[in-house]
């Protein structure tokens, strides 16, 4: 969560302490369905250090309708991916990217560690990376070169992924909260091929687990000026019966820059968050 400690900054402080002591209540009640807009309900919806509820980022970050106009290109003729966007991937539960009817084919050693994991203990309420599919509700950037792509996120620690676009995977890489990515185009998708992960990062806020087995395989197509959808297959045989795919969609913020955000200077929130870190996934 975002604080500004000076002047009328602390009333800000205090409300978004109460506004996550409720979200953490509700998140002990029974479980209601999610909303079909967006996939989650009011307390799922909210990323442990700091959630798109959270009413400083609403205050100083109004919702803006995506730009229309076609999908820009380079020179060389490729897409031209480059700008600041907003979403893309899974911030309260995984599964908000299925296509409909389908399941996530969790394991039952892997669902029992889910379903013991404390909301106190997710790595992104603790200021660490979200790594991959997992975003945190706060815009990045990508920047794009001819031999990298860099994504530049504002959200937790102010990191950022590295895609080689000239590269190969090492033989036995080390494991990293980002893994180790090279990229290439099939036509106007930039395909993002990544191993090398530890298995610390947490899927979502409900504590889907992964293995240093994974492998994910993204795929970014920017539909429109304002549009730019992420298909990811996930691979990881430690904790799941089959590779499975989900889609997210991000949209361009082009008025906006990314700003200074250091979880780390005040993080007050996960100490206070009790019981586990999601409801019970619907059958």
Known sequence: MKYNLTGAGLIEVSLGIAFVFTSVAAAQAPATPPAKSSGLNASESTAPAGGSANPDVARRRP???APQGPTPRLPDGHPDLSGV????????????????????????AAKALMDKRQSKDDPEANCLPTGIPRIAPYPWR???TPTHIFFLFEGNIHSFRQILMNGKHPD?????WYGHSIGSWDGDTLVVDTIGFNDKFWFDFRGHPHTEQLHTIERYTRKDLGTLENKVT???????????????????????EL???????NQQDAQHMIGTS??????
């Open 259 to 265: 700003m200074e955000y250091i979880c780390q200077e």
């Open 172 to 176: 036995d890489p080390d494991p990293t």
């Open 142 to 144: 990508i920047v794009q």
């Open 63 to 65: 919702r803006e309708v």
């Open 234 to 256: 996930i691979i990881d045989p430690g904790d799941y019966s089959k590779p499975f795919t989900l889609t997210f969609t991000a949209r361009l913020r082009p008025k906006e």
């Open 85 to 108: 966007w907003n979403g893309g991937g899974p911030v309260g539960d995984l599964a908000q990217g299925l296509a409909p009817g389908e399941t996530i084919p969790i394991l039952p």
């Open 278 to 283: 999601g409801p019970p996934q619907n059958p």
